[in-house]
């Protein structure tokens, strides 16, 4: 059991008015994926290890999320959008390694120069300065895009690099690199912070922001079960 994540779930139940005990703790699930179970007045909680570094507030969301569904009330769209953008974060750029190698930045399908410098002039007036761009070694199917500061490179993950692909997808990952160009980043309470407030708003603008991220989320799933 994890007293601290216990605590959280266990004031929110409280909130909530459910009786409940609840034992909680992390488990390594391949994927993000919480779960919630009563059993003989005990709500065993489970929450993805991924989630451990969370902020509190996230897990406060997602804590409101699991137990309205055990209690069978609504949540409070709040709590869905702070959740689920924290998610979507962590499946755009997840700060582990995509893995390196020299790659070109021609794909079979998609040249990321090219797509580089259209977005570049499409939504940047030209001012972001060219950075290396490269498809991923590996088909990262979590980690679709990352920009390396230290670098100055984009990697974007092979496995989008597939005929299939929307090329509205490729754009808003690029977009989404190209303003951490733009953005840096700023330390907010000793954490380095990428997806500020102004950067979100900004990320948002992309026309196709919703069908990008729903696309994402889509094979981000699928590529579970034919991998594992
Ligand atoms: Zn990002």
């Known amino acids: 059991m994890d007293i601290k994540l216990t605590q959280i ?30 059993k003989k007045g005990i709500l065993y909680v489970r929450v993805s ?12 969301a997602l804590a409101y999320i699991l137990l309205s ?22 499946i755009i750029n997840e700060p582990s390694d995509i893995t390196s190698g020299l790659h070109k930045p021609i794909g079979i399908y998609f040249d990321l120069e090219e797509i580089f410098y259209c977005i570049n002039n499409n939504y940047f007036s030209n001012e972001v300065p060219t950075p290396a761009l490269r498809w991923s070694k590996k088909k990262a199917y979590r980690i679709f895009g990352r920009y390396d500061r ?18 509205f997808v490729i754009e808003y990952i690029m977009y989404h690199e190209m303003l951490h160009i733009k ?7 000793g954490r380095r912070r990428v997806h500020t407030r102004q950067f979100k708003k900004e990320d948002e603008k992309f026309p196709f922001y919703t069908e990008s991220i729903d696309y994402l989320k889509e094979i981000s799933g699928r590529e579970k079960r034919s991998l594992f």
């Not at 290890?49 to 406060?60: F, G, T, V």
């Not at 953005?183 to 309470?189: A, L, P, Q, R, V």
């Open 150 to 167: 230290a670098k100055n490179e984009i990697i974007i993950s092979r496995l989008l690099d597939e005929k299939k692909t929307p090329r």
């Open 183 to 189: 953005f840096g980043f700023t330390y907010k309470k």
């Open 69 to 90: 569904k055990i209690k069978g009330t609504r949540v409070a769209p709040r709590y869905k959008r702070t959740y689920n953008d924290f998610i979507h974060e962590l």
């Open 9 to 38: 779930f266990s004031n929110v139940s409280l909130n909530l008015g459910i009786k409940h005990k609840i034992v909680s703790e992390y488990y390594s699930y391949k994927h993000i994926k919480n779960t919630a179970r009563a």
């Open 49 to 60: 290890d991924k989630l451990k570094d969370a902020p509190l507030e996230i897990k406060e």
